[in-house]
């Protein structure tokens, strides 16, 4: 598989694979690959191309374009709110529970976990707390938001954004994993009252058809929410 590796600064990497993005981040002890990309199943051989020190791997959440190289990996942390959405593709592998207010500590760099449930019940957020980043996964972003089919609720979701909305003092921009990055900080008050016009039937949504599903699309400049064609109300 054609994969594009970019070094973001001394100690992060970013791995473009066709849409979606995968990081690798390392300390003084060891390194963190963040998800595991879309198409190939050497995610971890990437990783090991780039770093000596020992990796572990982190999902954001479970999509299937985030999970591809997982199968490389015994164990890796992921949220236990995530475990329906990842098994329900038959995946193999141990799940690490890791929870908001945990802290991945690869030496001299540590990264605090953030629930950010709505996209899916058990997306996060890692917080690079030296850098002031946020790798924010899939919620944060400035491109197509799948807000269809199971495991996705926008009222959470708006929930997640307000409590995300608390932590914005302590992160200068934010790298999420499709389309534009950075972003910064102020997408997220832009997402959330985006989300909540739609919530609300105050913005306008055309039929697309993703992946055999008929859904609605809401452009709304900034970014766009693919919908259920049932979300037009807040019931």
Known sequence: MDYEIIQINHNSWRIEDSGVRFFLLTGTERALLIDSGRNGKNARDIA????????????????????????????????????????RGNRSGKIIPILEGDVIDLGERKLEVIHLPGHTPGSIALLDTSNRVLISGDPIQDGRIFMFGPFRNMQLYIKSLEHLQSWAGRFDEIWPSHASIPVYPDLIDRLHDGAQTVLDGKVSGRPEEVFGNKICAYDLGFATFLCDISLDSPN
């Not at 770093?51 to 999509?63: E, K, Q, V």
């Not at 985030?66 to 949220?79: D, I, L, T």
């Open 48 to 87: 090991a191309s780039l770093t000596d020190l020992p990796i572990t791997l982190l999902n954001t959440h479970a999509d299937g374009d985030h999970v591809a190289g997982n199968e490389q990996f015994e164990s890796f942390y992921m949220h236990p709110a995530e475990e329906s959405n990842y098994r």
